[in-house]
C-alpha cells in the first residue's frame, strides 16, 4: 500500500467515524474524540506496515 491510497483511506474512514458517531450521540465533541482515536490507531497501523516492509526487505536481501 502506498502513502495516497492509504491517505484516501484515512481520511474515508475519520469522515465516516465522525459523522455515525455524530450521528449517533448528537455530540461534536464525542466525534472529535472518536475521530482523533481512529487517525492515531490509522497512523500506528501504518508505521507497523511500513516496519513489517523494511524487516521483510532487510530478511530477503541477507539470504
Same mark, same amino acid.
Given at each position: 500500500?502506498?502513502?495516497?491510497? $492509504?491517505?484516501?483511506?484515512?481520511?474515508?474512514?475519520?469522515?465516516?467515524?465522525?459523522?455515525?458517531? $455524530?450521528?449517533?450521540?448528537?455530540?461534536?465533541?464525542?466525534?472529535?474524540?472518536?475521530?482523533?482515536?481512529?487517525?492515531?490507531?490509522?497512523?500506528?497501523?501504518? $508505521?507497523?506496515?511500513?516496519?513489517?516492509?523494511?524487516?521483510?526487505?532487510?530478511?530477503?536481501?541477507?539470504?
Amino acid at each position: 500500500m502506498n502513502f495516497p491510497q $492509504f491517505l484516501v483511506g484515512m481520511t474515508t474512514a475519520s469522515f465516516v467515524v465522525a459523522l455515525s458517531t $455524530f450521528l449517533a450521540t448528537g455530540s461534536i465533541w464525542k466525534a472529535l474524540g472518536w475521530t482523533v482515536l481512529t487517525l492515531i490507531v490509522s497512523q500506528v497501523g501504518y $508505521f507497523l506496515l511500513v516496519v513489517q516492509v523494511i524487516y521483510r526487505a532487510g530478511r530477503k536481501t541477507h539470504r
